[in-house]
């Protein structure tokens, strides 16, 4: 199976135009059988325009015939002498609009409060920034940090709240495993100091009564 181009709207032409099984409609489409089932049902993609692989270019007319003469053959269609134009390159350099990219420091303060545990690498990914901006935020050099104040970069809709979610779970993660490696951070508790014996009445006559000035000196006259 090869991505193609519009696939509902292409197994919608399928269906009406064609003999072919739901699971060689599915399978050519990149869809699941259930709902190519629905397209056919009128449940599923019910405002969408058919359109024909055949005239588009993207299915011959001979691996049409051969599916419908075989409902146990796959299709596979015709890959554009231009596929490689189509796919996606190296991804672009998050960009921040101007608008925002002054809330950028109180995102990196919030982080820098809230979640030491993130690294600058994360924080400079996730919010397009640069270390130097973090150092000085964090160190108070920036040139605006009578004004930065903490903010949760999804309330400057800096990032989504699951991305962010993530990124605080991974540090997490990884800061765990590092204390795990350097024997545990946390602090052992100190032992208490065995605690004096109490006072039993009984331990004098086990060790003997104490000699008392009368068993010493003899009775007073």
């Known amino acids: 199976m090869t991505d193609i181009l519009m696939p509902k709207a292409t197994a919608v032409w399928l269906v009406d135009n064609t003999s072919l099984s739901f699971d060689q409609i599915a399978d050519f489409c990149g869809l699941h059988p259930l709902e190519v089932r629905g397209i056919a049902d009128g449940d599923v993609a019910r405002d969408i325009r058919g359109a024909d692989p055949l005239v ?26 231009h596929a490689e134009l189509m796919t996606g390159g190296k991804k672009a350099p998050k960009y921040t609009p101007v608008s925002r990219r002054q809330d950028r420091p109180d995102a990196i303060s919030w982080f820098v409060r809230n979640h030491p545990e993130v690294t600058d690498a994360q924080i400079s990914k996730l919010l397009g920034t640069t270390k130097a901006t973090i150092d000085s935020v964090r160190n108070r050099t920036h040139w605006n940090s009578a004004n930065i104040k903490p903010v949760d970069p ?63 000196f003899g009775p007073k006259d």
């Open 56 to 81: 588009n270019g993207q299915l011959s007319r001979e691996e049409l015939d051969k599916a419908q003469a075989d409902d146990t053959y796959r299709m596979s269609a015709v890959v554009s002498r």
């Open 154 to 216: 999804v309330t400057l809709g800096l990032v989504g709240q699951l991305a962010l979610d993530e990124l605080v779970r991974k540090a997490a993660d990884k800061k765990a495993k590092d204390d795990a490696r350097k024997g545990g951070a946390t602090i052992q508790p100190v032992e208490a100091e065995p605690a004096e014996p109490e006072f039993v009445p009984e331990a004098r006559e086990r060790r003997g009564a104490e000699p008392t000035a009368a068993s010493v």
